[in-house]
């Protein structure tokens, strides 16, 4: 009764006799009633809502790549009469709820909470091109950065994005314009344990600091967290609308504002936490079990008694011989792990008629995971050595932290002696290379492939360069290419390449790669870099213009090798007569040379003569224009000795072979069915 009389309470008040339209205060303290639907003076949008109790809720746990703004409808005047800044003073209750879950353990698959939720005075009732994930629907990737922007927020931020410069998973931070934050501190206590946290912002104009204080607490605490100098001048406008953003990415939670007050040129008034509307807090998914009674009648006969005790002595011998493998280093990466028996469920016990699929590494079977309801693809990997396959594992640690809109994102993992189980988003609608070649059932538009190559542009550039280290992807080709609900271009497995380096016979150098794709110098060094990547990545741009693989057997012998074939098309003058004619001459043509030209000077065979992936995407996106003149994919060759070019053209022919080289190549595809070993 109490909260619901107090959880409204909203006036505008003028306290300054003189200067009447520079001062206002604002004293909002939870949101019911009035708050809801018509008449309130709130703006919400995409996953926010007001619900019944008066609590604002700005995302969902039960919703990926989600955001929602709240934002108090009317605008402030943030500038005085001689257009200066005035100070203001905010504070507000919030509180996170991560997806529920049980910690590690018995295999029930905890995720990390994501992504973060802030603060926000923005130009508009809300922040139109705030995108979910990482931006946490403050800021975008077109406009990250832009002193256009005229934002200015205090992130609450619960996940690591090493791509904004972030080092840790439960930091405050001020951003101005950007993401990558001006300041960022961690918070001395667990942002996503659900309790409600209260935090004060306060901005002096004249000393022009700005000071974030957090607290479980109804009392404002003495000690600063976050201080920063800063003059808001060319930041705010004159006129500024204030509220709140939140996102979700892969990872999500469910954020929530209880009740906030606002202030200019005075103390925002802080809240009384036991007087804010209570959360409705999820109950975990696997509620205990109701205890049953064991009734053991005297009368139980002897026999019983044994048959009982050999019964459980069985389980339990069956329980260990099926027990996952548990290293130490597993327990501390708990989240990530599923049990067997959590995935064998999933997959109806792997059955054939969930099967999506044979991958290079192994079976793909579509799966719903019992718990969540989530569909998910489970990739199943048999490996021969062992060693191999523990070591891979141990890298999953930091794979599955990777986490960008154009990966098929590492949900977790489960190790069961040789086998490994690798758990992935499912994407709808396959894999790029059943559009591509053969008799594809739907014909991708041009829009729809310039889409889908700008993708996986930019999913490979985080790989390079988004994150602490490099990772090469090394298997970069059409099959690798997901696509996911909207057609967008998402790369799998990658780092799984890696797993037969592990693995490897220190004799030989396993290349790793798929024929067509393989840039010369692997042959050479046996060393995949970041360039080996953009060779692969050539190769697909031009396949997917072209519509046929880089190498066609059945293709006339000048068409066979299809760099070649557009270098020649190229240097005649006439590119685009390669350009698929099942897109009947609809595409764009400015457009569909960019993709060419940048094709082929990816297929260099001199790795430094090949753009970076940083440089791809900036002639993608039209910030750069590509040099007028293309070099001829071999035109270094004679300067590395000669052997490139004779190398070149002889590993790209299927059928030739030169010694010690153990070639496996399907003739039908053109790829190669297994991996290449090369004796040292
Ligand atoms: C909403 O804003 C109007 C002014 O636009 C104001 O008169 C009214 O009191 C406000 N109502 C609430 C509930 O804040
Ligand atoms: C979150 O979304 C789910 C599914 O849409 C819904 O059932 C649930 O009530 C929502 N939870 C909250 C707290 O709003
Ligand atoms: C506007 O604000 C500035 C900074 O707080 C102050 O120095 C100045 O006197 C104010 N001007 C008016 C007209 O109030
Ligand atoms: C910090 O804020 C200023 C605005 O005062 C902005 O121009 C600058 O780019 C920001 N610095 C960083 C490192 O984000
Ligand atoms: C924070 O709290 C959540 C929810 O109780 C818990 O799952 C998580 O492990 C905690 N994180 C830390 C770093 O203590
Ligand atoms: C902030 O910058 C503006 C102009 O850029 C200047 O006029 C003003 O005095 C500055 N304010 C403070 C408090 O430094
Ligand atoms: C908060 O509200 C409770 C109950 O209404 C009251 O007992 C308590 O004194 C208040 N605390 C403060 C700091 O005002």
């Given at each position: 009764?109490?909260?619901?009389?107090?959880?409204?309470?909203?006036?505008?008040?003028?306290?300054?006799?003189?200067?009447?339209?520079?001062?206002?205060?604002?004293?909002?303290?939870?949101?019911?009633?009035?708050?809801?639907?018509?008449?309130?003076?709130?703006?919400?949008?995409?996953?926010?809502?007001?619900?019944?109790?008066?609590?604002?809720?700005?995302?969902?746990?039960?919703?990926?790549?989600?955001?929602?703004?709240?934002?108090?409808?009317?605008?402030?005047?943030?500038?005085?009469?001689?257009?200066?800044?005035?100070?203001?003073?905010?504070?507000?209750?919030?509180?996170?709820?991560?997806?529920?879950?049980?910690?590690?353990?018995?295999?029930?698959?905890?995720?990390?909470?994501?992504?973060?939720?802030?603060?926000?005075?923005?130009?508009?009732?809300?922040?139109?091109?705030?995108?979910?994930?990482?931006?946490?629907?403050?800021?975008?990737?077109?406009?990250?950065?832009?002193?256009?922007?005229?934002?200015?927020?205090?992130?609450?931020?619960?996940?690591?994005?090493?791509?904004?410069?972030?080092?840790?998973?439960?930091?405050?931070?001020?951003?101005?314009?950007?993401?990558?934050?001006?300041?960022?501190?961690?918070?001395?206590?667990?942002?996503?344990?659900?309790?409600?946290?209260?935090?004060?912002?306060?901005?002096?104009?004249?000393?022009?600091?700005?000071?974030?204080?957090?607290?479980?607490?109804?009392?404002?605490?003495?000690?600063?967290?976050?201080?920063?100098?800063?003059?808001?001048?060319?930041?705010?406008?004159?006129?500024?609308?204030?509220?709140?953003?939140?996102?979700?990415?892969?990872?999500?939670?469910?954020?929530?504002?209880?009740?906030?007050?606002?202030?200019?040129?005075?103390?925002?008034?802080?809240?009384?936490?036991?007087?804010?509307?209570?959360?409705?807090?999820?109950?975990?998914?696997?509620?205990?079990?109701?205890?049953?009674?064991?009734?053991?009648?005297?009368?139980?006969?002897?026999?019983?008694?044994?048959?009982?005790?050999?019964?459980?002595?069985?389980?339990?011998i069956r329980r260990k011989k099926m027990a996952?493998?548990?290293?130490?280093?597993?327990?501390?990466?708990?989240?990530?792990?599923?049990?067997?028996?959590?995935?064998?469920?999933?997959?109806?016990?792997?059955?054939?008629?969930?099967?999506?699929?044979?991958?290079?590494?192994?079976?793909?079977?579509?799966?719903?995971?019992?718990?969540?309801?989530?569909?998910?693809?489970?990739?199943?990997?048999?490996?021969?050595?062992?060693?191999?396959?523990?070591?891979?594992?141990?890298?999953?640690?930091?794979?599955?932290?990777?986490?960008?809109?154009?990966?098929?994102?590492?949900?977790?993992?489960?190790?069961?002696?040789?086998?490994?189980?690798?758990?992935?988003?499912?994407?709808?609608?396959?894999?790029?290379?059943?559009?591509?070649?053969?008799?594809?059932?739907?014909?991708l538009s041009w829009e729809q492939r310039f889409?889908?190559?700008?993708?996986?542009?930019?999913?490979?550039?985080?790989?390079?360069?988004?994150?602490?280290?490099?990772?090469?992807?090394?298997?970069?080709?059409?099959?690798?290419?997901?696509?996911?609900?909207?057609?967008?271009?998402?790369?799998?497995?990658?780092?799984?390449?890696?797993?037969?380096?592990?693995?490897?016979?220190?004799?030989?150098?396993?290349?790793?790669?798929?024929?067509?794709?393989?840039?010369?110098?692997?042959?050479?060094?046996?060393?995949?870099?970041?360039?080996?990547?953009?060779?692969?990545?050539?190769?697909?741009?031009?396949?997917?213009?072209?519509?046929?693989?880089?190498?066609?057997?059945?293709?006339?012998?000048?068409?066979?090798?299809?760099?070649?074939?557009?270098?020649?098309?190229?240097?005649?003058?006439?590119?685009?007569?390669?350009?698929?004619?099942?897109?009947?001459?609809?595409?764009?043509?400015?457009?569909?040379?960019?993709?060419?030209?940048?094709?082929?000077?990816?297929?260099?065979?001199?790795?430094?003569?090949?753009?970076?992936?940083?440089?791809?995407?900036?002639?993608?996106?039209?910030?750069?224009?590509?040099?007028?003149?293309?070099?001829?994919?071999?035109?270094?060759?004679?300067?590395?000795?000669?052997?490139?070019?004779?190398?070149?053209?002889?590993?790209?022919?299927?059928?030739?072979?030169?010694?010690?080289?153990?070639?496996?190549?399907?003739?039908?595809?053109?790829?190669s069915s297994s991996l290449l070993s090369i004796?040292?």
């Open positions: 009764m109490a909260e619901k009389l107090l959880s409204l309470w909203v006036f505008l008040l003028l306290l300054h006799p003189v200067k009447p339209a520079d001062v206002a205060t604002l004293l909002l303290d939870g949101f019911s009633g009035g708050f809801s639907a018509a008449g309130n003076n709130l703006t919400l949008d995409g996953f926010a809502a007001v619900e019944s109790n008066g609590v604002l809720q700005l995302t969902n746990y039960t919703s990926r790549w989600a955001s929602g703004h709240a934002f108090y409808s009317n605008p402030i005047q943030f500038k005085n009469s001689s257009g200066e800044v005035m100070s203001f003073s905010t504070s507000f209750a919030f509180a996170i709820i991560p997806p529920p879950g049980k910690q590690g353990g018995d295999g029930l698959a905890l995720f990390p909470a994501g992504d973060g939720l802030a603060f926000a005075i923005s130009p508009a009732k809300g922040i139109p091109g705030g995108n979910p994930g990482s931006y946490i629907g403050l800021f975008n990737a077109r406009n990250n950065g832009k002193l256009s922007n005229h934002i200015l927020a205090v992130e609450f931020d619960t996940y690591m994005n090493a791509e904004h410069g972030e080092t840790d998973n439960n930091h405050v931070a001020l951003d101005i314009n950007s993401k990558k934050s001006n300041k960022s501190v961690p918070v001395p206590f667990n942002l996503t344990s659900g309790q409600v946290i209260q935090a004060w912002i306060d901005y002096n104009s004249p000393t022009n600091q700005l000071d974030v204080r957090v607290a479980m607490d109804s009392a404002k605490p003495s000690s600063i967290l976050l201080s920063d100098k800063v003059n808001l001048s060319e930041i705010l406008k004159e006129s500024m609308y204030i509220g709140f953003s939140a996102g979700t990415g892969m990872f999500t939670s469910s954020h929530y504002i209880l009740g906030w007050s606002f202030n200019v040129n005075g103390d925002a008034k802080s809240l009384n936490l036991s007087q804010l509307p209570k959360l409705q807090l999820p109950t975990a998914t696997r509620t205990k079990k109701n205890r049953k009674g064991l009734i053991v009648g005297v009368s139980v006969s002897c026999a019983l008694a044994v048959i009982l005790l050999s019964a459980l002595t069985f389980y339990i996952d493998v548990v290293e130490p280093w597993e327990l501390d990466v708990g989240p990530h792990r599923f049990s067997h028996e959590e995935l064998k469920k999933a997959t109806r016990g792997f059955r054939d008629k969930e099967l999506l699929g044979f991958g290079g590494f192994g079976r793909v079977y579509k799966g719903t995971l019992p718990n969540s309801n989530t569909q998910v693809a489970v990739k199943r990997i048999s490996h021969e050595s062992k060693q191999g396959v523990r070591e891979f594992a141990s890298e999953i640690t930091s794979i599955g932290r990777l986490r960008h809109r154009n990966l098929v994102q590492l949900l977790g993992w489960c190790r069961q002696r040789g086998d490994l189980l690798l758990v992935y988003d499912f994407m709808p609608n396959g894999s790029l290379d059943k559009y591509l070649f053969d008799e594809p059932k739907t014909i889409k889908i190559i700008k993708g996986v542009a930019s999913g490979l550039l985080y790989l390079h360069e988004g994150w602490e280290q490099t990772v090469i992807h090394r298997d970069i080709k059409a099959a690798n290419v997901l696509l996911d609900s909207e057609l967008n271009g998402r790369l799998g497995d990658f780092g799984l390449a890696k797993l037969y380096d592990h693995g490897s016979n220190p004799n030989t150098t396993r290349v790793v790669g798929t024929l067509g794709y393989l840039a010369p110098e692997l042959t050479r060094t046996g060393k995949s870099t970041t360039s080996s990547d953009v060779f692969a990545f050539g190769a697909l741009l031009l396949e997917v213009v072209c519509g046929r693989r880089p190498i066609e057997p059945k293709a006339l012998p000048e068409e066979l090798m299809l760099v070649e074939w557009v270098w020649e098309k190229w240097r005649a003058g006439s590119i685009l007569e390669v350009v698929d004619a099942r897109l009947g001459g609809e595409f764009n043509k400015v457009e569909a040379v960019v993709v060419l030209k940048l094709g082929l000077m990816c297929s260099n065979n001199a790795p430094k003569a090949r753009p970076t992936m940083r440089q791809a995407v900036r002639y993608l996106e039209g910030e750069v224009a590509l040099p007028e003149t293309v070099e001829a994919p071999d035109a270094y060759d004679e300067k590395i000795g000669g052997a490139a070019a004779s190398e070149f053209v002889d590993y790209s022919y299927p059928t030739s072979s030169s010694a010690g080289n153990k070639r496996d190549v399907d003739l039908e595809t053109g790829y004796p040292r």
